[in-house]
């Protein structure tokens, strides 16, 4: 089955900082690739996702690469504000059977 | 439109005791999907459905785990004589159809608690 792999585990920048969060994945048949973010007490909700047939997509400060031939994919956010400060997880589906693969996830803290 | 729920929000119970959730996912979906997260830690993968059926069953824990799921729509998880490690957050999600890749919509979670 899908390995999805998510680093780093915790990640601290400064207001303003970008932030980037890497997973990798095992599974060459995947092809949508989602990213949630769960804020403290709260559900995880989609931020972007990217389909294997593209290789970026971008929505304001939130953008997301995906490398097919090493298996990779990133979330890149910009001009990061406090209200970023979430647990960011990432997901592979192969779409084959709707099985969500999802990472370990990675805490974001941005600080004032 | 109504999302995914999920009740009950809360559930406190003695171990050894049996306990059900309940999932109601957005009208039409036909994808449902059962996790589990332990505090701080990330989202485990229990079983899913497409319709009333559950082609992979190989996120439950035990054979004290099961899950049911009637007319497309709502499912039930439930755990019989829990212990203290099942204590967690138990989220549901639904999304469109099985092919294709969909988003998952979530449900706010029942915190379970074993004593």
């Known amino acids: 089955g899908e390995n999805v792999e998510q680093h780093p585990s915790t990640l601290s920048v400064q207001e303003g900082d970008s932030a980037v969060i890497k997973c990798t994945y095992s599974?060459?048949?995947?092809?949508?690739f989602p990213w949630y973010k769960q804020e403290l007490g709260k559900r995880p909700q989609l931020i972007i996702d990217?389909?294997?047939?593209?290789g970026e997509k971008k929505d304001q400060r939130i953008a997301v690469t995906l490398n097919k031939t090493a298996k990779h994919f990133s979330l890149h956010i910009t001009e990061t504000q406090p209200e970023d400060s979430a647990v960011y997880f990432c997901a592979a589906s192969s779409g084959t059977g709707n099985q969500f693969y999802f990472g370990t996830g990675t805490s974001l803290t941005v600080i004032p | 439109g109504a999302g995914v729920s999920q009740s009950p929000s809360n559930k406190v119970t003695e171990k050894g005791k049996d306990v059900e959730l309940r999932c109601d996912p957005i009208s039409g979906h036909t994808a449902l999907y059962w996790y589990r997260q332990s505090l701080g830690q990330g989202l485990e993968f229990l079983i899913y459905f497409q319709g009333n059926s559950a082609p992979d069953k190989s996120g439950l824990p035990s054979d004290r785990f099961s899950a049911e799921r009637t007319g497309g729509s709502v499912s039930t998880l439930t755990i019989q004589r829990t212990q203290q490690e099942d204590s967690a957050v138990y989220l549901c999600a639904s999304s469109l159809t099985s092919s294709g890749g969909y988003e998952q919509y979530f449900g706010p979670g029942t915190r379970l608690t074993v004593t």
């Open positions: 599974d060459s048949a995947s092809n949508y």
């Open positions: 990217i389909r294997s047939n593209v």
